[in-house]
């Protein structure tokens, strides 16, 4: 079994900046993907920003220039610099990451934490 856990959300205003920050553990011989994802009520959830275990990444095209997707594989931490933030920004996010357990690779989910854009 793998653990996600998210931290980082919170209120800021527009222009502002957070960092998220996802810590993975558990029994798992390697994290091959990670990534992050937003939902805001009523909308289907969307892959913000993703990183392979190659350091591959890939943005939706609302947040490149602004967000930045980086990992600490000794931490086995993935984090999201997100800055010039919109109030098209506010949602929930959450961590995904797919794991090798023994032969096989399953997919986790964090719990999500939210992020809101206000003045």
């Known amino acids: 079994q793998v653990q996600l856990v998210e931290s980082g959300g919170g209120l800021v205003q527009p222009g502002g900046s957070l960092r998220l920050s996802c810590a993975a553990s558990?029994?798992?011989?390697?994290?091959?993907?990670m990534g992050w994802y937003r939902q805001d009520p009523g909308k289907q959830r969307e892959l913000v920003a993703s990183?392979?275990?190659?350091?591959?990444?890939n943005y939706a095209d609302s947040v490149k220039g602004r967000f930045t997707i980086s990992s600490d594989n000794a931490k086995n931490t993935v984090y999201l610099q997100m800055n010039s933030l919109k109030p098209d920004d506010t949602a929930i996010y959450y961590c995904?990451?797919?794991?090798?357990?023994?032969?096989?690779?399953?997919?986790?989910w964090g719990q999500g934490t939210q992020v809101t854009v206000s003045a």
């Open positions: 995904k990451t797919r794991a090798l357990v023994g032969r096989y690779e399953y997919q986790y």
């Open positions: 558990g029994s798992f011989r390697a994290l091959n993907y």
């Open positions: 990183i392979t275990s190659g350091a591959a990444t």
